[in-house]
Structures are given as structure tokens and as C-alpha cells.
């Protein structure tokens, strides 16, 4: 088992940045990538991005050029850094843990952390 807690949400303006910290425990060696989704209100769930245990990265259209994944090994800590901000990416983000092959495969779940932009 992989327990993920986030952290890092909040209220921002448009245009605003944030930068939200998911802290992995439990079996890593388990995992070969690390992931976020968000869900919008009335919405389904959406991938925003993962990055696999090489370094490779993969971002949904909507985000790529304003949000940047990263993570730190040594600390077992994912990051998705968002900038620009819009209304449009307020949500629930989830971090996951899985399995890259060809396509990002989540096994574990976060309990999530709410981002609001307005103003």
C-alpha cells in the first residue's frame, strides 16, 4: 500500500499561482509514477499530469505551459506547480501513485485538496 497526502490548495485569483505538495509513504518501490487529477464541480474526474520514475512527463492540453510537475525522490514529495491560474481549474486535485505504461494507470488515491480561483 502508498498513503498520499496532499497539501497546498487554497483561494487565488485569476492569474495567480500555487503549488501543491503531495508526501508518499508506505511501498514506493511499488510505484513507477506519480500523478494528478482534478474534478471540477458537476464534472468528471480529469488527468492533469504524471511524471514517471525517469523523469517523463505527460500534461493534459488544458494545463501544458502553465502547469509544471516535479518531485522530489530523496523527500518521496510530488509537486505540481500551477501558474496563470483560471477559474476554469478550480477543482478537487487528487495525487496518485501507479503505473506507467504507455498511459498513466492510478492505483492509489490522495483524499484531495480543494483549489479555488476567483476573484
Known amino acids: 500500500q502508498v498513503q498520499l497526502v496532499e497539501s497546498g490548495g487554497g483561494l487565488v485569483q485569476p492569474g495567480g499561482s500555487l503549488r501543491l505538495s503531495c508526501a508518499a509513504s508506505g511501498s514506493i518501490s511499488t510505484i513507477n509514477g506519480m500523478g494528478w487529477y482534478r474534478q471540477a464541480p458537476g464534472k468528471q474526474r480529469e488527468l492533469v499530469a504524471w511524471?514517471?520514475?525517469?523523469?517523463?512527463?505527460n500534461y493534459a492540453d488544458s494545463v501544458k505551459g502553465r502547469f509544471t510537475i516535479s518531485k522530489n525522490n530523496a523527500k518521496n514529495t510530488l509537486y505540481l506547480q500551477m501558474d496563470s491560474l483560471q477559474p476554469e481549474d478550480t477543482g478537487i486535485y487528487y495525487c496518485?501513485?501507479?503505473?506507467?505504461?504507455?498511459?498513466?494507470?492510478?492505483?492509489?488515491w490522495g483524499q484531495g485538496t480543494q483549489v479555488t480561483v476567483s476573484s
Open positions: 496518485n501513485a501507479g503505473r506507467v505504461g504507455g498511459a498513466w494507470f492510478p492505483d492509489y
Open positions: 511524471i514517471a520514475s525517469d523523469g517523463v512527463t
